[in-house]
Nanobody
């Protein structure tokens, strides 16, 4: 699976961004999809995940009630809507796919990342 994430940018605290990740190469709907992020000097951390059907979503506590993950299997695309952004959300965001992907494990393929910068 090839993954390409885009939609990052510079936003003020309290603002919103929507990230997209386009997939190609395999049957998209076979895969759970996820978003991770990595801030400078920190380890990569799980942000959000969604099952192959979109029926179940789950989030890191730090983004719950602010971020929403969704997918459109007809468009082979997964989204991350980010609202009420905080400076601590500043990171490179990566999308990922995995047949057994859930929370921090089971992810097989990774996109190149898109930078989100939140100014205070």
């Amino acid at each position: 699976v090839q993954l390409q994430a885009f939609g990052g940018g510079l936003v003020q605290a309290g603002g919103s961004l929507r990230l997209s990740c386009a997939a190609s190469g395999r049957t998209f709907s076979d895969y759970a999809m996820g978003w991770f992020r990595q801030a400078p000097g920190k380890e990569r951390e799980f942000v959000a995940g969604i099952t192959w059907s979109g029926g179940v979503t789950y989030y890191a506590d730090s983004v719950k009630d602010r971020f929403t993950i969704s997918r459109d299997n007809a468009k082979n695309t997964v989204y991350l809507q980010m609202n009420n952004l905080k400076p601590e959300d500043t990171s490179v965001y990566y999308c990922t796919a995995g047949l057994e992907g859930v929370y921090g494990t089971g992810w097989d393929y990774w996109g190149q990342g898109t930078l989100v910068t939140v100014s205070s």
